[in-house]
């Protein structure tokens, strides 16, 4: 049986129906967009900026390129390329780049902050599904996904859906936390997740369950191997893994022929 024929589906360590999945990561985002992004430094001691960096250091420059960053958040990762883009801007050209959250709250906390460095406007904001894009086919020459595969409730056909929105030799990357390569660090990494972070979010973001959850969709998400399969599967080639601070989190790179 595949993730789409089950009635089922993951929630953290928990089973839940298929069409209770995104209405309770919703929730889940909605009660803590406002702490989001301090909560991700405090995390991983910031380490998170260096792993975006690689990510946006990934994409391949091109000049009028149309980025999509999927499950975008409050725009981390659209901010970065953006920046990049101006230092680079007399060779290659200033970016068209589209933000997609299906959580309108993120994409509100991402607009103000937009708003407050007197950007607003340099980035086109759309609140979308990653299984139902709201884009027509071939239409962008790149994909990021930050962070956000593990929260949907059909990987498989977001996979799909963001292949079918790259042109031909348009490029996929993915950010995400993956499995540790260093065995040796398993038990302190463990004691971390499952005890400090949620510490931390009932701290700083007034809610404990929420991080426990995101904690456990880390867990429960494939590793570098299985997740590399899929991205063939769903269709793109050239599938390549860059592991992260040993593993903790990891880049996938494909592309679309």
């Not at 990561?25 to 967009?33: I, K, L, N, R, S």
């Not at 909560?39 to 990510?55: E, F, I």
């Not at 071939?138 to 042109?167: K, P």
Request: charged share 25%.
């Amino acid at each position: 049986m595949t993730e789409t024929d089950s009635h089922e589906t993951d929630f953290g360590f928990r089973r839940v129906a298929v069409a209770d999945k995104a209405p309770m990561v919703a929730q889940v985002f909605d009660q803590v967009a406002d702490r989001y992004d301090v909560m991700n430094d405090v995390m991983s001691g910031g380490v998170h900026r260096l792993w975006k960096r690689a990510l946006v250091n990934s994409l391949r420059p091109r000049r009028d390129l149309h980025l999509l960053d999927v499950a975008g958040g409050t725009g981390d990762i659209a901010r970065r390329f953006l920046a990049r883009a101006r230092a680079h801007e007399e060779n290659w050209g200033l970016p068209r780049i589209t933000l997609c959250d299906i959580n309108a709250t993120m994409l509100m906390r991402g607009r103000d902050r937009l708003i407050d460095r007197g950007e607003f406007g340099t980035i086109a904001w759309s609140c979308g599904d990653a299984e139902q894009l709201p884009f027509p086919s071939g239409s962008v020459d790149a994909i990021t996904i930050a962070f956000g595969i593990r929260n949907v409730t059909h990987i498989n056909v977001a996979l799909s859906e963001m292949r079918r929105v790259l042109r031909p030799g348009g490029q996929f990357l993915c950010l995400e936390f993956s499995r540790l390569i260093l065995p040796g660090l398993k038990k302190l990494y463990d004691t971390y997740s499952f005890h400090v972070i949620p510490a931390l979010g009932q701290w700083i973001a007034k809610d404990r369950e929420a991080y426990t959850y995101l904690v456990e969709s880390i867990r429960r998400f494939p590793n570098q191997e299985t997740f590399a399969q899929m991205i063939a599967d769903a269709g793109l080639a050239r599938v390549k893994v860059i592991n992260l601070s040993g593993g903790v989190a990891a880049i996938h790179s494909a592309w679309r022929t």
